[in-house]
């Protein structure tokens, strides 16, 4: 079953420019997650926000969770080539999911030099 | 760091072939999962264990099976290989935080990608 939706499925920008990507999930949560997976390999954890959080930073990376909305928004501002990769929203819920993890399809950006 | 190993990045078996995926890591996590990673899919989470012994099926256990025989090691046995098997393997764990433990942050392996012929 799949919780999280992100969008858009793929985005393009320039070096510098802000990207910016969705999630959307069902039922209601304990926290979110974003992940992010280079080409063929893990993926790497990049942050956790909780359901009493409504914002959430780390370096580049700007994440908001509104609750109301079932929705959350995975920010990177001033991005690089390097930040070429997938990106995935993954959902936690004790009761609705058995306490398990669900990852959305995820977001594909590109990030041209 | 907290490093997660899978032992094959790449594998080639033939239908009927029993395959082993070894998965290990070296922090001393209670509880580790296995994905697979098909496009159009996204991960979808075939078993994981929170203990020595434990095994919990996830969403997609048909045509697997694993053992936790020891706290690092997480092993996914496919008993008679089937093409539609063929997919990324990806492996993970996290620490034991609460009840529901298996809701914190995952460390995921490199990923194995099995092609079964």
């Known amino acids: 079953s799949q919780q999280g939706e992100e969008d858009p499925q793929a985005l393009s920008i320039q070096e510098g420019e802000n990207a910016t990507m969705n999630c959307s999930y069902k039922?209601?949560?304990?926290?979110l997650q974003w992940y992010r997976q280079n080409s063929g390999r893990g993926l790497v954890h990049l942050i956790l926000?909780?359901?009493?959080?409504r914002e959430k930073h780390s370096g580049r990376l700007r994440v908001t969770l509104d609750t109301s909305k079932k929705s959350s928004s995975l920010l990177i501002t001033a991005s690089r080539a390097a930040d070429t990769a997938s990106y995935f929203c993954?959902?936690?819920?004790?009761?609705?999911?058995?306490?398990?993890?669900?990852f959305g399809q995820g977001t594909e950006l590109s990030v041209k030099p | 760091d907290v490093k997660v190993t899978q032992s094959s990045r790449y594998l080639v078996k033939r239908t009927g072939e029993k395959v082993f995926l070894e998965c290990v890591q070296d922090?001393?996590?209670?509880?580790m999962f296995w994905y697979r990673q098909d496009p159009g899919l996204g991960l979808r989470l075939i078993y994981f264990?929170?203990?020595?012994?434990?095994?919990e099926k996830g969403d997609i256990p048909e045509g697997y099976s694993v053992s936790r025989e020891k706290k690092e090691r997480f092993s996914l046995i496919l008993e008679s290989a089937s093409t539609n098997q063929t997919s990324m393997y990806l492996c993970?764990?996290?620490?034991?935080?609460?009840?529901?433990?298996?809701?914190?942050?995952?460390?995921f392996g490199e990923g194995s990608r099995l092609t079964v012929l």
């Open positions: 993970a764990s996290s620490l034991l935080r609460q009840q529901f433990a298996n809701t914190g942050e995952l460390f």
């Open positions: 039922t209601s949560i304990n926290n």
């Open positions: 926000i909780r359901s009493n959080e």
């Open positions: 993954a959902t936690a819920s004790f009761y609705n999911q058995g306490g398990k993890l669900i």
């Open positions: 922090m001393d996590h209670e509880n």
């Open positions: 264990s929170y203990d020595v012994k434990m095994k």
